[in-house]
């Protein structure tokens, strides 16, 4: 009875070891089990920043296109937007650009002036970032990607579905390093 | 005295003390179940004072705004002290106590399954206990953190945070082995006729808790050993520098941490279970509802943890699951709650020092468990985490709800430990002092919580003023009952009326077929159960 016993005893003292040594291990286990828990579900990732910024004014309700136009006032270069509409809600924030390149052989700055169609729309435009803001020197025969941020406001009037924003390059007079003789100015 | 034997009990009694070492080597060597458990008791209440010493010293400072008596970071050391000490140095001893030396007597075995270790579990405890209070003394103090060690302050402390996580270990180990015994016990040792389902409750709730204790113990061992290599062998699994994340330590620290309040408040409720029907003159109400309770709790404990740190940053999602499963825990709560009122209703109740307790323990955990209810809610939680609220809240379930427990076990069986009568006028004394204290310094908690008052903190603003003062009072009156209490208990070893087998005219079960002391060796025959000595 008592040889019975005191194995049985074993028995149990032998399995209630293992658990406790297993539970040890869980301890362990849950290191890599969470991080693979956060890894599938996108929780607390420490090393990517998070969420990029969203701007939660969005009114996903309308959408607006904007088209892209650019016009060159007796400048010598080529100057185009990269795309020439796009569709955007009000309160998003959209990244366009615009290609130019000096076709000359000669250094030449000018300044861009923005428009707008139709004209109300220029009050609902906001641009964050734009090439616009300040003079633009190109190098002789340089090309550039210049871009524009903007957000149209959502306060813009509901009937206005598109809006035409226009650039015009002017060249900025006195800042030409070159020669004023090999300069043309057509209609001047 | 061999007279009133029943089959068995006690017929080696004369013959053993023979060889028996006396003096200190009677207690370090032995390996009887009494004798440790006496043991084990005599430890928790010691910690016991030291933490409640500990405790006086918070609420001294906090008596008045502003620094008074001790430096801010000796007030974060004490707070964690009385943390450590009061969980693993008190309560869960004194229940481990109670089960060393009720559970042979209950199931009617000779001893413990495994006697040797028992003494083993037993004796780690004093060097973990002047580990932790040692660590006062150490350049940089004892651990600061407060209990739950979370880093990075605990990998950024001194030696003293070492110190700590080594008396965790050795804890740790004293829990694991001492549950493993009582498991083997329950399981093995149980007298012929007594199935699962006749057995005391008492015996129930300490094996439930002893499949936690197995459970969750080493995780915790796990966790701060993590700790420990983080803070001397270079790894990063909660350094943020190296790529860790200190949030993990919360997770893991409270999948440990939660079935932990079960592993304190299960065996609690297990005396409660014979503290009631004996002084209701009833069985138990719903026996074996109690039983699928207790074990629904310890399961559903597992799920819960999270609801300890719904403001680390977790999804919606995650805060409303854990919100979900702790409310549900209530479900099983209220099913024992309303059993012990069921087993009162229409009894010939007697209010007996033990009764009272027990009353008190229905009454003030009861309310703790709504306020844990209140807290488990995530919207409200955000507003209360770190408050005194929280502190308000668990100081109902642990000390009015665990202590005032151990309590009633200590007056219901002191007359079989001692063979005498506890001195009945100064023992409802010493409940009326706590009862009343025990509200008058926890209860005002809640409102300085409510208002905002942070839990962990020396100082505070103007307005918290008198109810601070109102808790520092009832802190100090709450203490010093408590010296009553010690020497009730010494006035009944020296003293008092002899006690009979079954002091209780209510009280089943077998460990009341004993005389009163109870031998040395008992049942080394098991008994012949009938249908009477059943589950109490």
Same mark, same amino acid.
């Given at each position: 009875m008592n040889e019975k016993r005191s194995a049985d005893n074993r028995r149990v003292l032998v399995r209630m070891l293992v658990v406790a040594g297993l539970m040890f291990g869980f301890g362990y286990a849950m290191v890599p089990m969470y991080q693979k828990f956060c890894e599938v579900t996108g929780i607390n990732n420490l090393l990517n920043a998070d969420d990029p910024l969203r701007n939660t004014q969005v009114d996903t309700s309308r959408t607006v296109t904007v088209e892209f136009d650019a016009n060159l006032h007796g400048l010598p270069w080529s100057f185009k937007p990269g795309q020439s509409s796009v569709e955007v809600h009000p309160g998003e924030l959209v990244h366009v650009v615009y290609r130019v390149n000096n076709t000359r052989d000669y250094p030449v700055t000018g300044q861009a002036i923005p428009s707008y169609g139709p004209q109300l729309a220029a009050a609902h435009f906001r641009k964050l970032e734009c090439f616009c803001f300040s003079r633009q020197t190109l190098a002789a025969g340089e090309s550039r990607e210049m871009p524009v941020v903007f957000v149209i406001d959502p306060t813009l009037p509901k009937d206005v579905n598109t809006i035409t924003l226009s650039y015009t390059f002017f060249e900025v007079a006195g800042t030409v390093a070159e020669p004023a003789q090999k300069m043309t100015r057509p209609g001047a | 005295m061999e007279a009133t034997h029943v089959h068995g009990a006690g017929h080696a009694h004369g013959g053993d003390h023979a060889h028996h070492p006396k003096g200190i080597m009677r207690w370090i060597t032995?390996?009887?179940?009494?004798?440790?458990?006496?043991?084990? &008791?005599?430890?928790?209440?010691?910690?016991?004072?030291?933490?409640? +010493?500990?405790?006086?010293?918070?609420?001294?400072?906090?008596?008045?705004?502003?620094?008074?008596?001790?430096?801010?970071?000796?007030?974060?050391?004490?707070?964690?002290?009385?943390? #450590?000490?009061?969980?693993? @140095?008190?309560?869960? !001893?004194?229940? +481990?106590?109670?089960?060393?030396?009720?559970?042979?007597?209950?199931?009617?075995? !000779?001893?413990?399954?495994?006697?040797?270790?028992?003494?083993? *579990?037993? %004796?780690?405890? !004093? !060097?973990a206990g002047i580990l932790l209070t040692a660590s006062m003394f150490v350049p940089g103090g004892a651990a600061g953190t407060g209990w739950t060690l979370y880093p990075p302050l605990s990998i950024q402390m001194g030696i003293g945070m070492d110190m700590a996580i080594f008396a965790i270990h050795i804890l740790g180990m004293s829990s694991i082995m001492g549950s493993i015994n009582i498991v083997t016990t329950i399981l093995n040792l149980r007298a012929p006729g007594m199935t699962l389902m006749r057995m005391p409750m008492?015996?129930?709730?300490?094996?439930?808790?002893?499949?936690?204790?197995?459970?969750?113990?080493?995780? #915790?061992?796990?966790?701060?050993?993590?700790?420990?290599?983080?803070?001397?062998?270079?790894? *990063?699994?909660?350094?943020?520098? /190296? /790529?860790?994340?200190?949030?993990?330590?919360?997770?893991?620290?409270?999948?440990?941490?939660?079935?932990?309040?079960?592993?304190?408040?299960?065996?609690?409720?297990? +005396?409660?279970?014979?503290?009631?029907?004996?002084?209701?003159?009833?069985? #138990?109400?719903?026996? $074996?509802?109690?039983?699928?309770?207790?074990?629904?709790?310890?399961?559903? *404990?597992?799920?819960?943890?999270?609801?300890?740190?719904?403001?680390?940053?977790?999804? +919606?999602?995650?805060?409303?699951?854990?919100?979900?499963?702790?409310?549900?825990?209530?479900?099983?709560?209220?099913?024992?709650?309303?059993?012990?009122?069921? $087993?009162m209703w229409r009894g010939s109740l007697t209010f007996e020092t033990p009764m009272l307790f027990a009353l008190g323990f229905l009454f003030l955990f009861t309310i703790g468990g709504f306020t844990g209810l209140v807290l488990s809610n995530t919207a409200v939680d955000v507003q209360l985490q770190d408050t005194y609220y929280v502190v308000a809240h668990f100081h109902y379930v642990m000390v009015a709800g665990a202590l005032f427990s151990a309590f009633a076990a200590v007056y219901y069986w002191l007359p079989k430990w001692t063979g005498h009568?506890?001195?009945?006028?100064?023992?409802? %004394?010493?409940?009326?002092?706590?009862?009343?204290f025990f509200n008058i310094a926890?209860?005002?908690?809640?409102?300085?919580? #409510?208002?905002?008052?942070?839990?962990?903190?020396?100082?505070?603003?103007?307005?918290?003023?008198?109810?601070?003062?109102?808790? $520092?009072?009832?802190?100090? @009156?709450?203490? &010093?009952?408590?010296?009553?209490? &010690?020497?009730?208990? &010494?006035?009944?070893?020296?003293?008092?009326?002899?006690?009979?087998?079954?002091?209780?005219?209510?009280?089943t079960g077998l460990e009341w077929t004993v005389p009163s002391p109870a031998p040395y060796h008992t049942f080394e025959e098991p008994p012949v159960l009938t249908e009477a000595k059943g589950h109490a």
């Amino acid at each position: 009875m008592n040889e019975k016993r005191s194995a049985d005893n074993r028995r149990v003292l032998v399995r209630m070891l293992v658990v406790a040594g297993l539970m040890f291990g869980f301890g362990y286990a849950m290191v890599p089990m969470y991080q693979k828990f956060c890894e599938v579900t996108g929780i607390n990732n420490l090393l990517n920043a998070d969420d990029p910024l969203r701007n939660t004014q969005v009114d996903t309700s309308r959408t607006v296109t904007v088209e892209f136009d650019a016009n060159l006032h007796g400048l010598p270069w080529s100057f185009k937007p990269g795309q020439s509409s796009v569709e955007v809600h009000p309160g998003e924030l959209v990244h366009v650009v615009y290609r130019v390149n000096n076709t000359r052989d000669y250094p030449v700055t000018g300044q861009a002036i923005p428009s707008y169609g139709p004209q109300l729309a220029a009050a609902h435009f906001r641009k964050l970032e734009c090439f616009c803001f300040s003079r633009q020197t190109l190098a002789a025969g340089e090309s550039r990607e210049m871009p524009v941020v903007f957000v149209i406001d959502p306060t813009l009037p509901k009937d206005v579905n598109t809006i035409t924003l226009s650039y015009t390059f002017f060249e900025v007079a006195g800042t030409v390093a070159e020669p004023a003789q090999k300069m043309t100015r057509p209609g001047a | 005295m061999e007279a009133t034997h029943v089959h068995g009990a006690g017929h080696a009694h004369g013959g053993d003390h023979a060889h028996h070492p006396k003096g200190i080597m009677r207690w370090i060597t032995t390996t009887n179940h009494k004798d440790i458990g006496t043991m084990y &008791l005599w430890f928790s209440f010691t910690m016991f004072l030291v933490g409640g +010493v500990m405790a006086l010293i918070l609420r001294a400072e906090l008596f008045q705004p502003g620094l008074q008596f001790v430096e801010p970071e000796f007030f974060n050391q004490m707070i964690t002290l009385h943390g #450590l000490i009061m969980v693993f @140095g008190a309560i869960m !001893p004194a229940f +481990v106590g109670f089960a060393n030396w009720m559970i042979p007597l209950m199931i009617g075995a !000779p001893d413990m399954a495994f006697a040797r270790m028992n003494n083993w *579990s037993f %004796w780690l405890l !004093p !060097p973990a206990g002047i580990l932790l209070t040692a660590s006062m003394f150490v350049p940089g103090g004892a651990a600061g953190t407060g209990w739950t060690l979370y880093p990075p302050l605990s990998i950024q402390m001194g030696i003293g945070m070492d110190m700590a996580i080594f008396a965790i270990h050795i804890l740790g180990m004293s829990s694991i082995m001492g549950s493993i015994n009582i498991v083997t016990t329950i399981l093995n040792l149980r007298a012929p006729g007594m199935t699962l389902m006749r057995m005391p409750m008492f015996c129930w709730t300490w094996l439930i808790t002893g499949y936690l204790l197995i459970a969750v113990m080493p995780v #915790l061992a796990g966790a701060v050993t993590m700790l420990l290599t983080d803070r001397h062998f270079g790894t *990063s699994f909660f350094n943020a520098a /190296g /790529g860790g994340d200190p949030v993990l330590f919360q997770h893991i620290f409270w999948f440990f941490g939660h079935p932990e309040v079960y592993i304190i408040a299960l065996p609690a409720f297990g +005396v409660v279970s014979h503290v009631i029907p004996a002084f209701a003159r009833k069985p #138990l109400f719903g026996y $074996t509802s109690m039983v699928y309770a207790i074990a629904a709790i310890a399961l559903i *404990s597992f799920i819960v943890w999270a609801h300890h740190m719904y403001v680390v940053g977790m999804p +919606v999602a995650g805060q409303l699951y854990f919100m979900y499963a702790t409310i549900l825990i209530a479900v099983p709560t209220g099913v024992k709650v309303f059993n012990w009122v069921a $087993t009162m209703w229409r009894g010939s109740l007697t209010f007996e020092t033990p009764m009272l307790f027990a009353l008190g323990f229905l009454f003030l955990f009861t309310i703790g468990g709504f306020t844990g209810l209140v807290l488990s809610n995530t919207a409200v939680d955000v507003q209360l985490q770190d408050t005194y609220y929280v502190v308000a809240h668990f100081h109902y379930v642990m000390v009015a709800g665990a202590l005032f427990s151990a309590f009633a076990a200590v007056y219901y069986w002191l007359p079989k430990w001692t063979g005498h009568m506890y001195d009945e006028t100064l023992g409802k %004394w010493h409940f009326w002092l706590s009862f009343i204290f025990f509200n008058i310094a926890f209860f005002p908690q809640h409102f300085l919580g #409510l208002a905002g008052m942070p839990r962990r903190i020396p100082d505070y603003a103007l307005q918290f003023t008198d109810f601070n003062q109102v808790s $520092t009072i009832g802190a100090f @009156g709450f203490g &010093l009952s408590q010296l009553l209490f &010690l020497y009730i208990v &010494l006035k009944t070893i020296r003293s008092g009326e002899k006690a009979a087998a079954k002091p209780w005219e209510g009280a089943t079960g077998l460990e009341w077929t004993v005389p009163s002391p109870a031998p040395y060796h008992t049942f080394e025959e098991p008994p012949v159960l009938t249908e009477a000595k059943g589950h109490a």
